[in-house]
């Protein structure tokens, strides 16, 4: 419950609670992400930050099939 104070009286609210259905819940999942301009230097260096430091790994998570789902971009690593 909340409280609103207006011209010296105290007036108590309570929360207005909402039932979302399913087929409304799904719906609103399914709005696109806001779009984030990334370099590859930089997908390359968290990779980095997040496997700890061993190329094979950093190449194995740059090249997988969800990190070409996130860019929309399939990266190959040659070497």
Do not use: P, W, Y
């Amino acid at each position: 419950m909340a409280k609103a104070q207006k011209r010296g009286q105290v007036i108590r609210r309570e929360a207005q609670q909402m039932k979302v259905s399913t087929a409304s819940a799904v719906k609103g999942a399914g709005r696109g992400a806001r779009q984030v301009q990334v370099t590859l230097g930089d997908l390359i260096a968290a990779a980095f930050d997040t496997v700890g430091g061993e190329v094979k790994k950093v190449a194995q998570v740059m090249s997988s099939k969800d990190m070409a789902v996130a860019t929309g971009k399939h990266i190959v690593f040659v070497g």
